[in-house]
């Protein structure tokens, strides 16, 4: 059964970047026809898809986020990781990962992890 | 960017009630329309993809229909587990969420 955990700092500081990893259990991040994801919900409110990473390394972000967002894959260690610069309180939300499927589909969800911007 | 709302943005209903939830697309995304479900402080959970594929595991009183721009996510006899909110999302181009229904007890 595929596993997904996000990990980081819950707390950050205004105008400092981000940096959560997501760690893949139960299969490899390496397998062709999957894509990997990032997807965060500020309290309270809706899903704001972030961007996602294939298989093959090419990227694609959401075009409100994309100067600021950077997300890559650690083969060696079976996860993928989020850097959002610049932060602000905007920011603050629980953040996912997630495998896509299809290009189209998130299948496999993490618990999401808590990230609150404050100094 | 393609923008998604659903309709009702909440709605009340009781055990065993039929629910009809409505998503639209601001352009045609032919099927690339998922729905998930999502309980408070829980990971969503993918129900239907492409549309009206059922996602394997999920009850068979969950089904999808739609394409284009019109979409809609049905609950044939609403179970106490299917309390929660319910998102539509599209993958035509890049991915958007809709807003969000959340479904109470009425």
């Known amino acids: 059964q595929l596993q997904l955990q996000e990990s980081g700092s819950g707390l950050v500081k205004p105008s400092q970047t981000l940096s959560l990893t997501c760690a893949v259990s139960g299969g490899s991040i390496s397998s062709g026809g999957y894509s990997w994801s990032w997807i965060r919900q500020p309290p309270g409110k809706g899903l704001e898809w972030i961007g996602y990473i294939y298989h093959s390394g090419s990227t694609y972000y959401n075009p409100s986020l994309k100067s600021r967002v950077t997300i890559s894959v650690d083969r060696s260690k079976n996860q993928f990781s989020l850097k959002l610069s610049s932060v602000t309180a905007a920011d603050t939300a629980v953040y996912y990962c997630?495998?896509?499927?299809?290009?189209?589909?998130?299948?496999?969800w993490g618990q999401g992890t808590l990230v609150t911007v404050s100094s | 960017d393609i923008q998604m709302t659903q309709s009702p943005s909440s709605l009340s209903a009781s055990v065993g009630d039929r629910v009809t939830i409505t998503c639209r697309a601001s352009?045609?995304?032919?099927?690339?329309l998922n729905w998930y479900q999502q309980k408070p402080g829980k990971a969503p959970k993918l129900l239907i993809y492409?549309?009206?594929s059922l996602q394997s595991g999920v009850p068979s009183r969950f089904s999808g229909s739609g394409s284009g721009t019109d979409f809609t996510l049905t609950i044939s006899s609403l179970q106490p587990e299917d309390f929660a909110t319910y998102y539509c999302?599209?993958?035509?181009?890049?991915?958007?969420f809709g807003p969000g229904t959340k479904v109470d007890i009425k």
């Open positions: 492409a549309a009206s």
């Open positions: 352009q045609s995304i032919s099927s690339y």
């Open positions: 997630a495998r896509v499927l299809r290009s189209s589909y998130f299948d496999y």
């Open positions: 999302q599209q993958s035509y181009s890049l991915f958007t």
